[in-house]
Structure formats: C-alpha cells, structure tokens
Nanobody, 121 residues
C-alpha cells in the first residue's frame, strides 16, 4: 500500500517562510509528477506547483517567485519552499502523486492527508 505523508505546516507571520515535505512510502516502482495543491475554506482546490520526474516545474501565478518546488527521487519526497508568505496563502496544503507500484501495475493517483499552513500576525 502506498502512502503520502506531508509535514512542515504551521503558523507563520506574514513575510515568513515554511518548507513543506511530502514523502511517499510503500511499494513504489516509479513516481511520475508530484504536485502540491491547497484548499482554503470556501474556496476551490488550487494547484500550487507541480514537478515532473525529470524536474520540470510549473507554478500558479499567485506563488511564482515566492515558492519553489523540488524533489528527491532517491527519497521519493517532494518539497515546497514557501517564502514571503501572505495571509492569502493560508490553506491546507495537500500532496498528490501518480505512482506505479510495480512494472506491471497501472499508474494510480494518491493524495496525502494535508498539512495546515496559517499565515497571520
């Protein structure tokens, strides 16, 4: 069974920084794209940043220049470095990955449980 576990959320003042991690564990043959989403109260889930297995990245316009996504393929882990945080970044941040457990399995989508990020003075 594959699991995604996020960590690193918390309370931070505006202008501060946080680094989120999402580690995939279990039977893993390959991981395609790894993605961070966020869900704020009464808002739709929003794609924050995405990184392919080859390292290509994309970002939501609202976080460009402030957030950086990276991954460590040896550790099956994706990171989100968040700088210059704003109150509007407050949300539950969720990790998403497309994973194949063996060479014979189809790719499946997995979600983490989420980690709360609160930006407030």
């Amino acid at each position: 069974q594959v699991q995604l576990v996020e960590s690193g959320g918390g309370l931070v003042q505006p202008g501060g920084s946080l680094r989120l991690s999402c580690a995939a564990s279990g039977r893993i043959f390959s991981i395609n794209a790894m993605t961070w989403y966020r869900q704020a109260p009464e808002k739709e889930r929003e794609l924050v940043a995405d990184i392919t297995s080859g390292g290509s990245t994309q970002y939501a316009e609202s976080v460009k220049g402030r957030f950086t996504i990276s991954r460590d393929n040896a550790k099956n882990t994706v990171y989100l470095q968040m700088n210059s945080l704003k109150p509007e970044d407050t949300a539950v941040y969720l990790c998403y990955a497309v994973i194949r457990s063996t060479a014979w399995d189809p790719r499946r989508v997995y979600w983490g449980q989420g980690t709360q990020v609160t930006v407030s003075s």
